[in-house]
């Protein structure tokens, strides 16, 4: 229960922070298409979560690509913004409030499973629940793909107050989120071992902005 309850606090802390952050009418992720299409480019039938999907542009983007899509989000604000925009473009997508890295879903459901940008906002405790959630809710062979930052990622990763652990910079209006930052594929590695078949590589930036640094992690379910 003690995890848990952690869990439920954590999640809380980012939601809070995630329902006064206005939306931005971002795109689809470039970096996401890329990846998708190398790692799993046929949807049709094929059954996909998305943990964290925001305002929904890259959830949209998967299931206009055949994939049966479902989704979990902490804001709220978010879900609906989501479910309108599915709405608009004629699309279906079984989508879930949750305040908790315990996901809503039967054990060896997905063929798929992505948390894009999202799966850091965990502390290193709930980091290990949500990947053993997501362990869970995948079938035998099923794929997983993630995101994580670095400390490199300076607007995020600004302010150390645990090992691995961080706070955003006041700049992004997230001050108050809690991050896990991991620095080497070495501890990537240590954190992913529920998984087989890990590949980890990277994209950054450094143009208008401070530099930018995510991990790109594939792994799949052991069967």
């Given at each position: ?12 802390k ?83 409030l ?38 869970r ?15 490199k ?39 992913y071992k ?9 994209y ?13 992690i594939y ?5």
């Amino acid at each position: 229960m003690a995890k848990k309850r952690n869990d439920f606090v954590v999640v809380i802390k980012n939601q809070t922070a995630w329902q006064k952050i206005p939306y931005r009418e971002m795109h689809v992720d470039n970096n996401l298409i890329v990846c998708q299409k190398r790692l799993f480019p046929n949807g049709q039938n094929k059954r996909l979560l998305y943990i964290g999907f925001g305002e929904g542009h890259n959830l949209e983007y998967l299931a206009q690509q055949g994939f049966k899509c479902s989704g979990t989000e902490i804001a709220k604000n978010q879900l609906t913004y989501t479910r309108r925009r599915f709405q608009k473009a004629g699309l279906r997508a079984n989508l879930h409030l949750i305040n908790s890295d315990i996901l809503p879903f039967a054990e060896d459901f997905f063929d798929v499973v992505i948390a894009w940008q999202s799966l850091y906002y965990n502390s290193p405790e709930t980091l290990k629940i949500a990947l053993a959630e997501i362990k869970r809710v995948l079938k035998p062979g099923g794929q997983f793909l993630s995101s994580m930052v670095s400390p490199k990622q300076k607007l995020l990763c600004y302010k150390k107050i645990a090992p691995w652990t961080y706070q955003p910079s006041p700049i992004t209006k997230q001050e108050r989120c809690i991050l896990t930052c991991l620095q080497t594929k070495q501890q990537i590695r240590s954190f992913y071992k529920p998984f087989k078949n890990i590949k980890i590589g990277y994209y950054r930036s450094e143009l208008f902005r401070s530099p930018n640094f995510h991990w790109v992690i594939y792994g799949e379910k052991k069967t």
